[in-house]
Each structure stands twice: as structure tokens, then as C-alpha cells.
């Protein structure tokens, strides 16, 4: 079946660092690709998504590529705040489903 | 952002207690959801509806009673819990007709709940 694997985390960087969160997937079909964030106290905001092979999705300076040959989707920030401390999920929607990553914690110290 | 709202925000009950979770969704979409959240335990889905009807229940017992009155509601009544349902129960929904097609879900800031 589809699954969602992300590497584990904690993650600790110090600010202005360059981050790489790494998500590989396997899928059948075309599947849309997701990043979320969670930060403390609240529920999981989408943060960029990409819905087709090599489409970068982008935002607040966070990207991801939707890369088919390799099955990956890699969340990466040239340069993080202390306000990116939260957790981050990757997930695959398709078929009627969506899969979520079991998420990876960054702490970004100032 | 808060277009999903649920309440309350954080519930202590006894395992003898009754009590419910409600979720509203101000987005116009179609589907809606129940997770849960444990600490270092993946995100666990537990029901979905779409157009009011329930279309998938991941083995939940049945102490846990979902209820879904229309598209932008949804209740999770809790009877009887024990205490490893202790977590963060989230609620989300999702634009689509069919099911959850691709398209990203909504999540509210969910309920802490603790079973004593």
C-alpha cells in the first residue's frame, strides 16, 4: 500500500542554518504531495504542496520538488528562524486517501 | 487561520464520563475528519465523512461515537474511555466530491483531551 517515510527527527539547528528534511513515498498512481507544519498548541497548517512530477511548491521561503524518478519530496529552507521550531509532516493524497509521515521535530536555537 | 474550530480546547474526564467533541468547518467543504494524536505515535486516522456520510472507520472502538448532522459539523461522542485515549484529537476537513480526491486538508487547533 501507499506509505510515507520521513526521517527522524529531533532536528537541531542553529539559526540561519540551511534545512533538509528528508520524505520519501511510494504510491500507486499520481499522487499529490503535501507538507505540513504543526506548531505547539495548535493543529497541522499546509505549508507548500506540488500535485504533479517536478512541480515545486513553495512558501514562506520553505521548498519541496516533487521528484518521480526518486520518489522524494525533501522540505528545504536556506536560512531558519527560531519561529520555525514546530513539526513537520509529510503527506501523499491520492485514491481517496491521505497518508501522513510520522512527522520530524526541529528546534532552532537562536 | 481557523476555519475548522473545535471545542473545547482541552477536556479532563473520568472513564465513567460522557462527554463529546465538536467540530464546525466555515470552508464549504465536503469532508471531514477525526485524528488522533498520540505523543511519539503517528498521526491516526480514525473517521471519515463526506456529504454527511461516514465512509471510513479505522477499527475505532466503539466507545468512540462519531456523528456528522450535516457537511460542516461534526461530534465525537466518548463513553466508557480508558486511560491510553489520552491524546489530542484533531478535526479536519477537506474540499472534494468522491472522497478526499488530492486535495489538502484543514485542520482545527484539536481538543487535549486526559482520561483520569
Known amino acids: 500500500g501507499d506509505s510515507v517515510t520521513q526521517m527522524e527527527g529531533p532536528v537541531t539547528l542553529s539559526e540561519e542554518a540551511f534545512l533538509t528534511i528528508n520524505c520519501t513515498y511510494t504510491?500507486?498512481?499520481?499522487?499529490?504531495l503535501f507538507w505540513y507544519v504543526q506548531y505547539p498548541g495548535e493543529g497541522l497548517q499546509l505549508l507548500l504542496k506540488?500535485?504533479?512530477?517536478?512541480d515545486k511548491g513553495s512558501n514562506k521561503g520553505f521548498e519541496a520538488t516533487y521528484r518521480k524518478e526518486t520518489t522524494s519530496f525533501h522540505l528545504e529552507k536556506g536560512s531558519v528562524q527560531v519561529s520555525d521550531s514546530a513539526v513537520y509532516f509529510c503527506?501523499?493524497?491520492?485514491?481517496?486517501?491521505?497518508?501522513f509521515g510520522a512527522g520530524t521535530r526541529l528546534f532552532v536555537k537562536a | 487561520e481557523t476555519g475548522v474550530t473545535q471545542t473545547p480546547r482541552h477536556l479532563v474526564m473520568g472513564m465513567t464520563n460522557k462527554k463529546s467533541l465538536k467540530c464546525e468547518q466555515h470552508?464549504?467543504?465536503?469532508?471531514m475528519y477525526w485524528y488522533k494524536q498520540s505523543a511519539k505515535k503517528p498521526l491516526e486516522l480514525m473517521f471519515v465523512?463526506?456529504?454527511?456520510?461516514?465512509?471510513e472507520n479505522n477499527s475505532v472502538p466503539s466507545r468512540f461515537s462519531p456523528e456528522c448532522p450535516n457537511s460542516s459539523h461534526l461530534f465525537l461522542h466518548l463513553h466508557t474511555l480508558q486511560p491510553e485515549d489520552s491524546a489530542l484529537y484533531l478535526c479536519?476537513?477537506?474540499?472534494?466530491?468522491?472522497?478526499?480526491?488530492?486535495?489538502?486538508?484543514?485542520f482545527g487547533d484539536g481538543t487535549r483531551l486526559s482520561i483520569l
Open positions: 503527506a501523499l493524497a491520492g485514491g481517496f486517501k491521505t497518508i
Open positions: 506540488a500535485t504533479k512530477a517536478d
Open positions: 465523512y463526506n456529504f454527511k456520510e461516514q465512509t
Open positions: 504510491a500507486t498512481g499520481y499522487p499529490s
Open positions: 479536519a476537513s477537506s474540499q472534494g466530491t468522491g472522497g478526499e480526491g488530492n486535495q489538502p486538508q484543514h
Open positions: 470552508l464549504g467543504h465536503n469532508a
